[in-house]
């Protein structure tokens, strides 16, 4: 698996996401004893706040910019991540650690789980109409370029690709690839553009409820390697590098 998926885009961070069906418990005591077994084992994971939409977040202590992890307990779903890791891989004891001693501290089971996600994101930060790029980048080959670039096509206003896969017969485990715009109407009307992020989300997703109880290390470390093998093969070479090419040819 490529260490370089970051190469081209101007910042990339993997996240994951445990949906679970019943609250999280959100006692003083459970909580700190869970955030203090993780700060154990990363001592920087020092920063502790609560977010405004009432989710409990831990981070490292770093300048912006610069490479972070961080753990965020929320109502019903478990989220951790690493924003700017020198490489996927880096992740992954995070990820082991947390999926390891959350069943304990956290006190759920698979009874619980509904789904787990796994997300990578491809920041290109681009002054201009990210609908526009996109079209003529991605789609200009498209049956639908006629429409999207045809001489009566004054300015592409919304062009945010999404489409999923199954990656089993089952249809248990599902991948999708997003891309968000950051784009409005009145910077198209004025011509008037602000620098704003253009993400290609690639997101692994698993449902329980289909096979045997799977741990859920095994199962992380399950999603992350088809999500290494998505983006090495596929998202990165076909859409992240084309896209990053195109900024840069307009720069």
């Known amino acids: 698996m490529s260490d370089s998926l970051g190469a081209m885009c101007d910042e990339f961070y993997v996240s994951s996401r445990l949906f679970l069906k019943l609250p999280l418990p959100t006692g003083r005591e459970t909580v700190l004893n869970f955030l203090d077994r993780m700060r154990k084992e990363y001592p920087t ?45 880096e992740f992954r004891p995070l990820a082991d650690l947390v999926l390891e001693h959350a069943p304990y501290f ?19 930060e681009f002054r201009g109409n990210h609908d526009q790029l996109v079209a003529e980048t991605l789609m200009n080959n498209h049956p639908l370029a006629s429409f999207l670039l045809g001489d009566e096509a004054r300015h592409v206003i919304d062009m945010q690709p999404y489409a999923g896969i199954a990656l089993t017969p089952a249809c248990d485990i ?45 199962v992380h470390r399950t999603l992350l390697d088809h999500a290494d093998e998505l983006a090495t093969d596929r998202v990165v070479p076909l859409v992240v590098n084309p896209l990053a090419h195109a900024i840069s040819s307009r720069s």
């Open 106 to 124: 956290l006190t759920f089971s698979d009874l619980d789980f509904d789904h787990m996600e796994v997300v990578y994101g491809f920041d290109l």
């Open 45 to 89: 994971l020092r920063k502790l706040r609560r977010r405004e939409d009432g989710g409990i977040l831990l981070e490292e202590d770093n300048p912006e910019g610069e490479s972070r992890r961080w753990i965020r307990l929320e109502e019903a779903c478990l989220r951790f991540g690493h924003f700017a890791p020198k490489s996927p891989s």
């Open 174 to 218: 599902q991948a999708y690839i997003e891309l968000k715009s950051r784009t409005t109407s009145y910077e198209v009307r004025t011509g008037d553009y602000d620098t704003h992020p253009l993400t290609v989300f690639l997101t692994v997703r698993k449902y329980w409820g289909f096979a045997e109880t799977e741990n859920l290390v095994d």
